[in-house]
């Protein structure tokens, strides 16, 4: 069999970026990467692309020429994990041997969920940037829309990136003023939350966007069934804890973005090293499996209270980067992640709240003021993130802006009350 003192499962952003690393520490060879794709995606693209403020083709390179030199790319998947000895099993049966394993499976879309979802993705009117499949059949179906309800869902728990869904509905909504429908349109955005956003700090601003632009914000409302044959979405209404009941809601779309449920891949749900959710069950401060201290997670894969974001990614990689060579040393782990995790909240074709937070509440990069929809953080969004994303956090090279918030207190470190 196979073995190799690091083996990283997942060639996804956190994958990558933690190879990356520890390619460049360790001798050729040492470092194994498993990824069935051949195509990577830079995700955080999808809502521009569904808005057609970029090409899906600038959002796609070939896994093939991110691996980094020095790491050896196993193409297959992992299905089922042996951690008491320290093995992992891919698709066909062949076993490879580990000293040291990086889980970054990221986190499935789960369509699946959603009765009729999978079939209505495929039928007018139905689609989602989270799937590189059906983001640029949103675009199209934003150019074409003529009238009627269109409908932005968030899933009742966890999704990546739980900004998104309200992003894709703000684009669409200058998109359709532009082209002069937007009077024709009833836009909703049904959240499965009690507010439109879960970090208060942001919460007031973004009810604002949402009340300029005329968007009906349904609370408490999970998509549970989508009939293609009627044009209508099934919403189970949920109580105030979150909780479901037998009550319903139908409504008829013209237009339906569904925000997916999000799950742990498979594997990992089934393996020894998932909690009750199924997510990777680590210590949410060095990162380092609760229950296989060889072992660290990185990403969306981990039970981290943290929203799941290649924001947070970055930070994760610090973490990582510390305590996993000191775990190589034989120390202990100490260095502890700082939960930071960020979502540039795109609300217009324009203008970005650049949302930067832990579960403490803000915790923002510059001393601008960020609750404020701004064309510097669009700027941002659309041209220093992608570069950031592509030639630093899957090189291992970005850090996450720990550092640059630490400056930027100096600038006004007492209230923070922005300047700009
Ligand atoms: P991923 O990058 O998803 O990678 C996981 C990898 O694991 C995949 O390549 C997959 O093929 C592989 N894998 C899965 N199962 C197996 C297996 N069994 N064996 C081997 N490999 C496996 N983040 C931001 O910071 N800002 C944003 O604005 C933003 N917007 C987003 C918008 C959308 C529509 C989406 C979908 C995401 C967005 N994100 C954003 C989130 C960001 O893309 C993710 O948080 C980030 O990619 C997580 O990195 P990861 O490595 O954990 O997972
Ligand atoms: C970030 O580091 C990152 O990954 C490269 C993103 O995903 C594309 C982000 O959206 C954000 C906001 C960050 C954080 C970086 C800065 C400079 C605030």
New binding site residues.
């Given amino acids: 069999a196979k073995h190799f003192k690091l083996l990283v ?9 933690a190879a990356s690393k520890f390619a460049r520490k360790l001798p050729r060879g040492s470092v194994g990467i ?4 051949e195509d ?8 521009l692309v ?1 808005g057609g403020l970029m090409s899906l083709k600038e959002t796609t390179r070939k ?1 093939e020429k991110l691996i980094p030199s020095g790491a050896k790319w196993i193409r ?4 089922l994990f042996t951690p008491t000895q320290n093995m ?1 099993t ?2 066909g049966g062949e076993d490879i041997s580990y000293d040291y394993m990086v889980v ?6 789960r369509f699946d969920k959603i009765k009729g979802a999978l079939e209505a993705l495929e039928t007018p009117g139905v689609c ?4 590189p499949f059906h ?1 640029e059949k949103h675009y199209r179906e934003v150019m074409n829309f003529q009238g009627g309800n269109a409908i932005y869902t968030y899933p009742n728990g966890p999704i ?2 739980a ?2 869904p309200q ?2 509905c703000y684009i669409t909504d200058s998109i359709l003023r532009q082209r002069g429908v937007r009077e024709n349109a009833h836009m909703i955005y049904a959240t499965s939350l009690d507010k439109i956003f879960g970090v208060e700090n942001y919460v007031k601003p973004l009810e604002k966007v949402a009340q300029e632009k005329d968007i009906d914000v349904r609370t408490r409302r999970n998509l549970i069934e989508i009939d293609t044959s009627k044009n209508s979405a099934t919403f189970q209404l949920l109580d105030e804890d979150g909780a479901a009941t037998e009550e319903t809601e139908k409504i008829e779309y013209s237009l339906l973005h569904i925000g997916p449920p999000c799950s742990a ?4 749900r089934k393996s020894p090293f998932a909690d009750k959710s199924g997510f990777m069950d680590v210590d949410d401060g060095t990162l380092q499996s609760n229950r296989f201290p060889n072992v660290f997670g ?5 039970n981290t209270p943290n929203a ?7 930070s ?1 990689l610090k973490t990582l980067d510390r305590n996993l060579t000191l775990a190589m040393l034989g120390r202990k782990p100490y260095f502890k992640y700082d939960g930071y ?4 909240l ?1 609300v217009s074709k324009n203008r970005v709240i650049l949302a930067e937070f832990n579960s403490n509440g803000p915790l923002e990069t510059t001393p601008l003021n960020q609750k404020k929809p701004a064309y510097w953080a669009f700027l941002m ?1 659309k041209h220093l ?1 992608p570069a950031l994303y592509w030639n630093g956090l899957i090189r291992g090279y970005w850090n996450g802006p720990a550092t640059i918030r630490k400056f930027s207190r100096l600038v006004d470190s007492k209230n923070r009350k922005g300047i700009l």
Avoid: R, W
Wanted: charged share 15%.
């Fill in positions: 499962v997942g060639g996804g952003a956190g994958g990558l970026g498993i990824e069935p794709h990577h995606y830079y995700q955080p693209g999808f809502t569904g896994q297959n998947e992992v299905v992992v891919l698709d970054a499976m990221g986190a499935h879309l989602s940037n989270y799937s983001v990546k990136c900004g998104a992003k894709a891949p498979k594997a990992l990185v990403g969306d894969c981990m799941k974001t290649a924001a947070s990614v970055s994760h995790a960020s979502c540039p795109v969004k993130m």
